[in-house]
């Protein structure tokens, strides 16, 4: 079956760190994939979204790439910081109408 | 601008008691919709999803249902909830591409959830 997945449950890193984050996908090849971050008790927020044909994609402190070869995304922090500390989701889209989430990395940034 | 509203926010009710959960969106037209459940430190299991008013796909056979009455109502329903029916509760839309392609801005926009909890 198709699967998105992010092997890290949790991050743990020293604030001014850079945190990277891992997403896998099998069995299928997603157009494009996104990450969100989730809040304790709260909806995910949509943060990136990169294509398949797009190597990186960057926003601010945030940096996304997309290895088809790999089948892997990662997601990167830059200048990490305690307000940063969350749970960070990988989405990819399976068809045109349905998006399959990741169990998430929760992230830690100790000051 | 768009917005999507989900209640109640929290809910504890009695097994084999019925469940009603509902969402809105509000400032777009013809979304896709969809119901997502999170297990405590789990990601989010969808459950159900729609293209249009009377459409409903769902992902994993269960005790719920799921209905569009109106273009911007997705309602999750249960008629009698089990103990393992608890979990977080989450609503989302996103723009519907045209025919078969997917436009660049497709994310999903989440409600608040609702925390059920069955007792």
Redesign the interface.
Known sequence: SQKIE?NS?ALNIQEGKTATLTCNYTNYSP??L?W?RQDP??????LL?IRENEKEKRKERLKVTFDTTLKQSLFHITASQPADSATY?C?G?SS?????????T?LSIRP | SQTIHQWPATLVQPVGSPLSLECTVEGTSNP?L?W?RQAA????Q?LF?S?GIGQI?S?VPQNLSASRPQDRQFILSSKKLLLSDSG?Y?C?W?V??TG???T?N????????T?LTVV
Request: charged content about 20%; overall charge positive.
């Open positions: 992010q449950e157009a494009y996104q969100y008790g709260r909806g995910p927020v949509f979204l989701l989405a889209y045109a109408s349905k998006i399959i989430f990741g169990s998430g929760r | 896709n969809y997502y430190g789990r990601g989010l969808l999803y293209v796909s992902e977080f989450l989302a996103r519907k591409g078969n392609a997917i660049p497709t994310e999903a926009f989440f409600g608040q959830g925390r």
